[in-house]
């Protein structure tokens, strides 16, 4: 169970993306994936959601192969896009209600799972405001409330904290590995910043479409900060 | 099933208070065949003798022949407004929410064609109202056979959008659509002059307004608003729209890829 990528590659036209892939997080785990500018992170992101499907490799998500049972696997998983995915004009319940009616909820059930989303990452106040209204780490956070709705195993978060200020980022940080310590939640959480990443944290290291490394923060790094491990090891500004 | 359902209200809910939000957008879509009504057909008028052709059977004044059409211009100007949104959507990201729903994506597809044909349909009967209102106005059982024609046009160039969406990468490219889609469409068609009188100009126009699919969407409403059934222009919407649609869902394959490029 958990997340699992085998092997996988993608290529656009003649420009491989990403080059056999291949790392497994366990369930209820809070694993990192490290990578620069351009390491393949966010075409991994899209193969993962299936915003884009490949035949090299596979992948599974609680379980569920994607190719073959893209619904069931879709079903396990929450998103966090880099890019904000709210309705600005909305207020934050209808965002919720409308997201929770993609994945079939409705009437009282959609209802409670909002205000108990809202409640854990503490918005349950903003409920009634336009989302334009929200600053931007309220903003974040209500993707992040959205995204437990249905209940997923699987959350996949893609550089949620871009554009925030120190704060928020810090806020938002605690908020996901809080759910993955305390609900069992498996987390892929993309970034290029190290300080989002605790030493019991598992890391996967992607650079130009490879996979340098996978394992414990403090196996990887050994007593060194990670940043510098990380900066050795793909050259780029951490 | 069910889920299906909820998610198909919950889209069509989410286009009308996006529609309702944009006031300027609805009063444009009523201007906009309004002002063809009323200043262009007055002119037009004159210059066009109209003979007695199917669905009508007496002479008619230019500006009764020319509503079929304009409400086929509201269906078409609403499908590609919906195209213009679905890339306004995808640029900012709410389009991979619905994409990442576990729900069928071609079922997906079809909530947002069906919501943006409804909501093109409501555009629709406001115009014909104030048309009535101008003294423009057709057999009462007109209305009511209107709508199913309204409903496979309005899918029929919904879908036409869709896959015009899967394929303009950027909102800037949307001008191209303007250009080389709308406007060659509405103009080459019987929406302002019948085919026979295109013929008397040109053979080949002629026969470019036959080929049009939106020529055949816009006689399908003709007739139907005459309480007439229009058996050939029903066929040929509805391969076009099959098409359009087929065309659609093999854009957004995601085999294919949501985006050529990504980081």
Known sequence: MGLSVRN????YGEKRALDDVSFHVSPG?????????????????????RLMTTTGG??????????????????????????????????????????????????????????????????????????????????RRLEIARCLIHSPSVLLLDEPTVGLDAAARTAITKHVHDLSAQEGMTVLWATHLTDEISLDDQVAILHKGRLLQQGSSHEITNGAPLKDVFLSMTGAEA | MRAGLIALWAILLREALRFV????????????????????AAGFRAALGLSITPPYQTYITYEIYIVPGLCGMILLFNGMQSSLSLVYDREMGSMRLLLTSPLPRWWLLFCR???????????????LAVAAIYGIDMPWHGYIYAF??????????????LALSSAIRQLENFAGVMNFVIFPMFFLSSALYPLWKMAESSALLRDICALNPFTHAVELIRFALYGQF???????????GIVFLGLALWGYDPSRGMKRKAG
């Open chain 2, 113 to 127: 064609l069906l919501a943006s044909t409804t909501i093109s349909i409501l555009q629709v009967y406001t115009f």
């Open chain 2, 230 to 240: 229009n058996a050939a222009a029903l066929a040929w919407t509805v391969l076009a």
């Open chain 1, 8 to 11: 996988v590659s993608y290529a």
């Open chain 2, 21 to 40: 939000r944009q006031r300027s957008r609805f009063i444009a879509a009523l201007i906009r065949p309004l002002v063809w009504l009323i200043v262009f």
């Open chain 1, 58 to 139: 596979m992948i599974e998500i609680a379980g569920f192969d994607i190719s073959k049972h893209p619904r069931q696997a879709l079903a396990q998983i929450g998103v966090v896009f880099q890019q904000p995915t709210l309705d600005l004009d909305l207020t934050v319940r209808r965002n919720l209600s409308y997201f929770a009616a993609l994945h079939g909820l409705s009437g009282r059930e959609a209802e409670s799972r909002i205000e108990a989303a809202l409640e854990r990452l503490d918005m349950a106040e903003r409920i009634a405001e336009r989302a334009r209204d929200l600053n931007g780490g309220h903003r």
């Open chain 2, 148 to 161: 199913p024609a309204l409903i496979v046009g309005g899918l029929m160039l919904g879908a036409l959008g």
């Open chain 1, 29 to 49: 785990a809070f694993c990192a994936l490290l990578g620069p500018n351009g390491a393949g992170k966010s075409t991994l992101f899209s193969l993962l959601t």
